[in-house]
Every structure is written in structure tokens, then in C-alpha cells.
């Protein structure tokens, strides 16, 4: 089975005369990055533009920059980019074990974290990175850019904070001063591709202001504030985890589908909180297991 | 609206007409009569599609015909003009296909693997062909077959 709509299709070369083609079309309009999400969805009829603005050969946005206290990922950086690249590893390692985690070779060698976040599914691996290290969306549109905090992005299910004729041109992520540990923790139903059932990524910096948001477990990913604050400054031990654990259902608000149940996302929520917590302090610490070791 | 597009398919130039809705795998197989490629699932989970593009591995069920233009495909046609790669005598030295339906997609993400990790190790190859599904060996004759390549070609390179 093809693709049976039908739509026209642009490929601009630069920001300005993308800015232009979005602006001056009355229509439904799709932006294409990698199209691992919008050509399934394009062949699922779950989107009908009438117009696909391909980005692909627009200079400057496949660029991973370090800006000392941040390193910028270009809206055309794809997962496999951020996989091999030393500075996202040696100074953002969530990233790199998110990216690992993600789909197959064949799909990270396309899919872009920037198209990730765009598409919004509940259970996209980049969102629960991304707000445990405080990104910054940057958008460019007709009224001017935008900075949106990765706390305001995400608004439902495949809804974003993007506005019309707006484009995301790269995310900024903060490097945190003075040293991290993290984990990003993600259950499937099997290794190798599998959507997530549910995930969590863990920030742990120095001073034990931990950072803590769940994938896949609710309408959008989602900080888990009052598991947050429950740790802020503390000495994790096996009774403050056990309270942390029993906030979880307080924070996530999984659904039965076809991946799980939503008993088992929430109870198996509460697990990886706890194992993540302990790999992240660890790594912390230096003596945790390598980045990429799956927890589960 | 059609667009003319000129892709490099297994070294040879192609203009191909085609629609924006036209997608690369359905193109290679009825336009340019490239039928290694499969139509599997046709939403990026089974990469019996995977075609090298610009050397790296893609889901071609997941790439607008369009956004090859300018681009060179590779499929397991084209990996060697002059017959076998090593890595494809192995697969069938060792028996590592039933239906066969896969092994375009699992011979192209091996070659992708071993183009990057000479040397990967049984945990390696198993992360290079995740994305690729099998429904009839079980997978250990094909690893089998990726890691006495990788062992042979570390031999022939001294």
C-alpha cells in the first residue's frame, strides 16, 4: 500500500524562503525532517496537508555546536549524529544513552531528536531528556524567533507549542554546571524496536537537586515535581525511595493500549524510578554502570 | 505535480518521474525494476525495505521518492559488480537464510556494520540488525555469518 493522498511538495533552500512558502499557504502544511513519523502518518491518513516543506537542504540546521555552557542540536541532527558525537557524550551522556535506545540503525540514521519532540507522541524518548536538562526550544517564524522552554513545548499528544509558520531551528541544552550523573531508563516489550511502554530520565547533579521526568505515562512527557522536591538536597536511601516511589502515581497517568497495561506502566514506573535513581547516583559518584547498560 | 528527480541507483543514473506521494521503495521496485527490496510492514518495523542511501542504511517504505533526488541508493544488488561480498559467501556458506525474505535488508545493515565496527562484537551485530526482523532462523546463523566475516576480513587485513 502506497501513499494515497495526495499533496504537493517543497524543498526551499534557505530559512527565509521556507519562512515564505509557510507563510503565504492557506492550507494544512507539514514540515519533513526525517519523515520517520510523518510518512507513516501521511500513509496512515493520521495527517492530511496539503503541502510537505522539506528542510533537508537548508544550510546550518545539521549542526551540533558547543557553546561552552550548552551544546546547540540543529533541527536536521539525526540520532545517529548524536550517538557519535564526543561532545554530546562526554558532556550531555543522557542524550547519547536516549539515542541508543531509540528504534534501529535504519531509523536513527534518518529520524532527527528536533523531528522527535515535533511529532510529540506520549512516548517519544527525547522529551524526558530533554526536561531533566531544561532545553530550550528555538523557533523562527514571521513575528521573529522564540525561545520556548522545553517545560512549556509540550501541550497533548502530537501538540506542541509551534506555532503556525513557525520552525524549529535547533534546541539549546544547557550543560550542568559542575558535573552529573543521569539514566534514562526505558522498558519494551522486547530489545531491539519496540516503541516505549514507559520511560524516565534522571538528572543527579552535586548537590542532589534531582531532575526527574516520565515518558510515555501520560498525555505528554512530564516532570515528576513532587518526587522532585521530595529528594531536593538529600541523601538517597532505601526508605526516601520507597516515598519517592509511592508519589509516582501521583505524577504519571498511564493507559491501557496495546503495548501495556496501565498497572503494569505505573507499577513498573515506580521500579525503573528506583533503578534509575540508584545508576544515576552511582554515575554520579564515578563507580555506576557505563552509559548505554540496560537497566531493565 | 510531477517532479522530474535523478537518483544514482547501484551506480547507474536514473530521471525518474514521480509524484511527491510516491514513495522510494515502491519506486525502486516498479520504476527502476530493483526488487530486492521488500514491502514488509511499510511503517519503519520490519527493514526488509532498508536500501544504503548515500551509504547509510534507511527505510526506503519511510522516503518520499522526492527527497532522493540528488541522492545515490545502493541496494543488494549493487554491493559488488563483480558477484558475492564476502560477508554475502558467508551467509550462504553458513546457511543463514530459509525464506529469504529478510536478507536484503539484514546483508545491508551487516555491511553497514562492518563499514563502521570491523570488529564488532555477538552484542554489536545484534544491535546493527535489531531493526531488521526474521521469522525463520532465529537469528544465531546470520550473527554467526556477520561475525566470521568481520573475523575474516580482520585475517585478510593482517
Known sequence: ?296 | MRMDVSVTVNGEPWLLSVEPNDVLLETLRSKVGVKSPKIGCERGDCGSCTVLLDGHTVRSCLVLSVEADGHEVVTIEGLDDEGLTELQQFFVDMNSFQCGFCAPGIVLAATELLEENPRPTREDVQEAIGGNLCRCTGYDPIIDAVLAAAHAGGEATG
Open chain 1, 1 to 296: 500500500m502506497t501513499i494515497a493522498q495526495v499533496f504537493d511538495y517543497e524543498r526551499p533552500e534557505t530559512l527565509d524562503e521556507a519562512l515564505e512558502i509557510l507563510i503565504g499557504h492557506a492550507g494544512d502544511v507539514r514540515v519533513l525532517a526525517g519523515g520517520t513519523d510523518l510518512i507513516a502518518w501521511l500513509r496512515d491518513e493520521a495527517v492530511a496537508p496539503d503541502l510537505v516543506v522539506d528542510i533537508k537542504r537548508i544550510e546550518g540546521l545539521g549542526e551540533i555546536v558547543d557553546e561552552g555552557d550548552a551544546l546547540s542540536m540543529g533541527s536536521l541532527v539525526t540520532f545517529t549524529h548524536l550517538l557519535n558525537s564526543e561532545p554530546v557524550a562526554a558532556r550531555l551522556p543522557l542524550i547519547s544513552e536516549m539515542a541508543a535506545t531509540v528504534a534501529s540503525t535504519g531509523i536513527r540514521n534518518r529520524a532527527t531528536m528536533v523531528g522527535n519532540i515535533c511529532s510529540a507522541v506520549p512516548s517519544c524518548d527525547a522529551g524526558p531528556v530533554l526536561l531533566v536538562y531544561g532545553a530550550v526550544v528555538h523557533t523562527v517564524g514571521v513575528a521573529g524567533t522564540r525561545r520556548i522552554p522545553i517545560d512549556e513545548w509540550f501541550l497533548g499528544p502530537r501538540m506542541t507549542a509551534l506555532g503556525r509558520g513557525e520552525i524549529v531551528t535547533k534546541v539549546l541544552v544547557p550543560v550542568p554546571p559542575g558535573g552529573h550523573g543521569a539514566a534514562f531508563v526505558r522498558l519494551s516489550r522486547y530489545e531491539g524496536e519496540d516503541l516505549a511502554q514507559a520511560s524516565v530520565a534522571i538528572l543527579a547533579p552535586p548537590d542532589h537537586r534531582f531532575r526527574v521526568a516520565f515518558g510515555a505515562v501520560a498525555d505528554t512527557p512530564v516532570r515528576a515535581r513532587r518526587v522532585e522536591a521530595l529528594l531536593e538536597g538529600k541523601a538517597l536511601d532505601p526508605v526516601l525511595v520507597a516515598r519517592a516511589m509511592a508519589l509516582v502515581s501521583e505524577e504519571i497517568s498511564p493507559i491501557t493500549d496495546i503495548r501495556a497495561s496501565k498497572e503494569y506502566r505505573l507499577r513498573m514506573s515506580e521500579v525503573m524510578l528506583q533503578r534509575g535513581l540508584k545508576a544515576a547516583v552511582e554515575r554520579l559518584e564515578g563507580n555506576g554502570p557505563s552509559y548505554g547498560t540496560n537497566l531493565m
